[in-house]
């Protein structure tokens, strides 16, 4: 939402964020200071959608290896049942399973 508004109406976001975190009058400056010349809006523009990709990028990675997880997790719980459940599976199923799932069985 915050993303939507600074891109939509980035005067009305600028303001909005300054007089929340900052007393009012002490983060307006005269366009000849040396803080506005080092750091001029555009600065600050390029520097939220930069965090904005970051954090979209690291979202969908984050979401996209949960899903590669997810697929992992899944297979081992069957795995573990079958072990666990006698009636889930046949003595060969099992013994199969067991096999490829120790550790100590070298291929």
């Known amino acids: 939402v915050l993303g939507v508004l600074a891109l939509v109406s980035w005067d009305t976001f600028f303001r909005g964020f300054h007089s929340l975190f900052f007393s009012a009058g002490t983060w307006e400056f005269y366009l000849d200071d040396s803080l506005i010349r080092l750091f001029p809006q555009t600065f600050w523009m390029d520097a939220g959608i930069t965090a904005g990709l970051v954090i979209l990028l690291g979202s969908g990675l984050l979401i996209g290896l949960s899903f590669i997880g997810h697929g992992r ?3 081992a719980r069957a795995a573990v049942k079958a072990l666990t459940t006698p009636w889930a599976a ?4 099992r013994m199969t399973i067991s096999r490829s799932t120790d ?5």
């Not at 046949?90 to 199923?93: G, K, N, T």
């Not at 550790?103 to 291929?107: G, I, L, N, V, Y």
């Open 103 to 107: 550790p100590q069985t070298t291929t």
């Open 73 to 75: 997790r899944k297979k």
């Open 90 to 93: 046949s003595a060969s199923e």
